[in-house]
Each structure stands twice: as C-alpha cells, then as structure tokens.
C-alpha cells in the first residue's frame, strides 16, 4: 500500500520529479516477492517495501529511507544529500 501511495502522490509531484532529475534513478518492482526479489532484499537488507536508497557517484550509501514518506519530508532529504556532497 505504501509503494502505491508514493506511486500515485510523491513520485508525480513536480517540486520532487526537480529534484530528482539531478539523480540517476534505478527502481526495483519487487511485487511477485519471488526468489529473485528476496535475494535483493536480502542484499540490500530490507524487510519489505518501499525503500529509498541514495548511492554516491563512488558506490557508497549516503541515505537510506525505509517505509513511506511524504513529498515534503523525501524533498528535503534530498535536499541535505545534494548540500552534504554525495555526489551522484
């Protein structure tokens, strides 16, 4: 239900898709929850969706977000990655 939410409020906004254009975006539908999605979710140590990982240009993790969040929250923790320096 969360992922919906976001699907259908957070990624349309337009403040967010700005923001967003200055990342590379990568999405991992895990829905079927078959073998494949739970290796990935293991990878990554997740429990289930939704999740937000923010990788630096080097690979690095610099921001984790797990279950929902808002436009106005996701906005400005993307905000403090871009101020912080990840550079993606």
Known sequence: VSCQE????SWPDPRLRAQLARFTLLRADVTR??????AL????GLYGPPAIIV???DGRER??????IDVEMLSRRL????ENGANQ
Do not use: K, L, P, S
């Open 41 to 44: 979710m293991t990878q990554f």
């Open 63 to 68: 921001e984790r977000i797990v279950g929902y």
């Open 79 to 82: 905000a403090a990655i871009r």
């Open 6 to 9: 976001m699907e259908r409020d």
């Open 55 to 57: 990788f630096d240009a």
């Open 33 to 38: 929850n078959d073998a494949g999605h739970a």
